[in-house]
């Protein structure tokens, strides 16, 4: 009897490290229309998958949590302006709600923050390839030619240029300067 109990301790010590949520399949309802997931959604865009990160990590004390961090490139905004580098997260497992992107393939993607300051896309909204979003893509046609039209100016590059006009003014400034107090050095030395 006493053997009984310390092997039924054991397995609930040990059942006791896996997260439930992790046994769940993911189960969600159909997505809404085009216009209605853009209006719940913080970021819809179209890019192209660049890079996938697979990682796993431990939250909170023992639970695991395995994820994918995707970067898209090649980016038209929809929905707010992100950069030309956007990296989102989404389970690894499409049993957990998880995206399976692939590598080089265009997507329209519906992304949203969660309270980690990540941003996140899940199998339960409209991401899908472009290929297969021939809904979105008409609903939004005219957003997307629009912002096709305006280029892009990432805000780095917009600083740098900031900075290299202040540092030519600057040197500029330096040479009218250093060549002001020439000429009156050489005056003086003259009179």
């Given at each position: 009897m006493k053997k009984n109990i310390s092997i039924i301790l054991c397995l609930i010590f040990i059942l006791s490290f896996f997260s439930v949520s992790e046994t769940f399949a993911c189960s969600c309802m159909r997505p809404e229309d085009p216009k209605t997931e853009m209006k719940k959604a913080d970021y819809v865009f179209i890019g192209t998958v660049h890079k996938i990160n697979n990682q796993s990590f431990m939250k909170q004390v023992f639970w695991l949590h395995s994820a994918s961090e995707i970067t898209f490139s090649n980016i038209s905004n929809i929905k707010w302006d992100v950069p030309e580098?956007?990296?989102?997260?989404?389970?690894?497992?499409?049993?957990?709600?998880?995206?399976?992107?692939?590598?080089?393939?265009?997507?329209?993607?519906?992304?949203?923050?969660?309270?980690n300051h990540e941003i996140n896309a899940w199998l339960c909204w409209r991401t899908s390839p472009t290929e297969f979003a021939e809904e979105d893509l008409e609903v939004f046609r005219d957003i997307i030619q629009q912002n096709k039209n305006t280029s892009y100016v990432p805000k780095n590059t917009f600083e740098q240029s900031y900075m290299r006009l202040i540092f030519a003014l600057f040197v500029i400034l330096f040479i009218t300067v250093f060549g002001i107090y020439k000429l009156w050095t050489v005056q003086k030395n003259t009179d």
């Open positions: 580098n956007f990296i989102i997260t989404t389970p690894l497992s499409s049993a957990s709600c998880g995206i399976n992107f692939q590598m080089y393939t265009e997507y329209i993607v519906y992304a949203h923050n969660n309270n």
